[in-house]
């Protein structure tokens, strides 16, 4: 459950959503809607809680997550504007978190477009990238993030899908 400790061989850990972010989004989510939990008969979505797709038969809710304002509270940035929320899916009901000794990046098929946001430690946009997943996705990812990271103003970046926008996981600087 712990997201720090986390095992994985890339060389940043993808962070999902926190476990008490998650038990309030099953409450009442970051635009202040009910959690509407549903079964998924078929499948195949991002979870962010777990980081891998959901499977079919499981019980699962749309939410609106703001990633950024969560991360300002424990940080006491203020992203002001840079402020923002949108889709993400998660288990309705309080799930493992991502396995233990998983490899990898998390929805990583090659040839799915990304977008990489960098963001500063007050929270505002400090440039970004679209990235084309390749083969070796772990060696792209990586690639990605030390670019983004060897900026030292960069304290966390963003992975979203391209086409729908959304967030699927974040990386922090590891200092
Ligand atoms: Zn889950």
């Given amino acids: 459950m712990n997201t720090d400790t986390t095992h994985t061989d890339t060389t940043y850990t993808p962070r999902p959503i926190a476990p008490d972010a998650l038990k309030q989004l099953r409450d ?17 979505d991002p979870l962010r809680c777990c980081l891998r797709p959901i499977a079919p038969g499981e019980r699962v809710a749309l939410v609106s997550y703001a990633p950024l304002r969560r991360w300002a509270r424990e940080t006491g940035a203020a992203p002001g504007a840079y ?14 978190g991502p396995e233990g000794g998983r490899s990898g ?40 993030f030390a670019e983004a990271f060897a900026d030292p103003e960069v304290a966390l ?12 996981f974040e990386v922090r600087g590891e200092v």
């Fill in 83 to 96: 402020d923002e929320q949108g889709p993400v899916f998660i288990h309705a009901d309080p799930c493992e």
């Fill in 157 to 168: 970046v963003h992975v979203r899908a391209v086409e729908y926008g959304c967030f699927l």
């Fill in 105 to 144: 990046y998390p929805f990583s098929r090659a040839g799915a477009l990304r977008t990489v946001r960098r963001y500063d430690g007050q929270g505002h946009i400090v440039g970004g990238r679209l990235m084309e997943i390749p083969e070796d996705a772990e060696r792209g990812f990586d690639g990605v």
């Fill in 28 to 44: 009442t989510d970051d635009a202040g809607r009910p959690c509407v939990p549903y079964v998924d008969a078929e499948g195949g």
